[in-house]
């Protein structure tokens, strides 16, 4: 809903949810968990922490350290399993049973943070997707080839042709979420696929095509697996996620990195964007002219693809000018968020 203010516009919405999230772990989940659930009112929380999250038990320890963290804060973090050549098919009905298990991450082996222990040949985990498909478990995918004879920019429309393609032909039952989607084919495979195909979409894909990245000095703060694309690509993205086809949804796939291990010769890939994710999103809505089709966008339309009830709090967002920090601390190391030091239109707030 759009309402006007005397000074000001603002938007209220229902509390958001973010589809897909790195909150790491430590000490570092004081910094992650306060800026996710500054507006999210839960996140799935990506597995790909050194051990892998790869059980049902070491979720739930891994969920409970979080809980400790969101301690009075209103945020509930939901969990996935890391998927590797050995998880065993018994797995899944632990998962489904355990009731914290939202869906089951499939990272191809080696393509990004934390995926060494990923999957080499997806013939092999097939038998735990006839599971998944039986037990109604949802599949988050990573879609990326990691071979190195696929050009960087290309892997997410190779896998997408060479592997996803396969699996989503043969479990058509199972339910499948396209991770942080970047490019224009990989919109088409979703918006054209069936209704078990949804994708989430980040704000920093949208917000920027490969020149942020590479189209002048190197900008570490903008490198990200998959890279930013095309401005093609970035349109096609944006048309999706400010249209009306509810198969598209918020994951904002903020991941943290120390500044260290950014601007570095062996630079790690991930932007952090929670702390400003919501506002970063309404510039685009705004852009595109349908703010009003945020509120689908950030906080239904996943929630009906997991199955799970919309949340029933709300948010305001105001036409506010903020500057986002240059750093942030983060267990005692600089972490520079995206957007470092700019100045933003719109501020969330939550209402109570
Ligand atoms: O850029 C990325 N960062 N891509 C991923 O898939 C993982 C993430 C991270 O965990 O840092």
């Known amino acids: 809903m759009v309402i006007c203010l005397a000074m000001s516009d603002a938007i209220r919405l229902i509390r958001p949810d973010d589809w897909h999230l790195h909150l790491r772990d430590g000490e570092v989940l004081w910094r992650t968990v ?58 899944i009905a632990l998962a489904c049973e355990s009731g914290l298990i939202q869906a089951v991450k499939w990272y191809p082996a080696g393509i990004t943070t934390g995926a060494a222990a990923g999957v080499r040949r997806t013939e092999s985990i097939y038998p735990v997707l006839e599971a998944m498909q039986e037990e109604g478990m949802i599949l988050s995918v990573h879609a990326e080839s990691p071979l190195p004879e696929v050009d960087a920019f290309d892997r997410e429309q190779h896998f997408i042709e060479q592997e996803l393609s396969c699996v989503l032909r043969d479990f058509p039952s199972l339910r499948i979420v396209v991770e942080h989607i970047s490019t224009a084919c990989a919109v088409d495979f979703v918006r054209t ?58 994951g904002t796939y903020s991941a943290p990195h120390r500044r260290g291990d950014k601007e570095s010769a062996c630079g790690c890939a991930g932007c952090y964007t929670a702390p400003a994710a919501l506002e970063l999103y309404a510039i685009v809505f705004e852009q595109a002219g349908v703010l009003d089709r945020l509120e689908d966008f950030a906080s239904r339309r996943g929630a009906d693809f997991y199955g799970l009830p919309q949340n029933t709090k709300y948010m305001e967002l105001r036409r506010q000018r903020w500057q986002l920090p240059a750093t942030l601390d983060m267990a005692g190391e600089e972490l520079v968020p995206l957007a470092a030091g700019e100045v933003l239109a719109w501020r969330a707030e939550p209402l109570v």
């Open 34 to 91: 306060p800026d996710a659930a500054r507006c999210f009112a839960r996140a799935l929380v990506m597995p790909n922490l050194e051990p892998p999250v790869a059980t049902t038990a070491l979720a739930r320890s891994y969920r409970e350290r979080i809980l400790e963290v969101a301690h009075g804060l209103d945020f509930e973090p939901l969990m996935t399993l890391y998927l590797s050549e050995q998880t065993p098919v018994s797995e």
């Open 193 to 250: 696929g069936p209704p078990t195909l949804a994708a989430t979409i980040t704000a920093h894909h949208l917000l920027h095509n490969r020149n942020a990245l590479l189209g002048g000095d190197l900008r570490a703060h903008y490198f990200c697996r998959p890279l930013l694309k095309r401005e093609e690509d970035r349109c096609a993205l944006v048309a999706a996620a400010t249209g009306t086809d509810r198969k598209f949804f918020l």
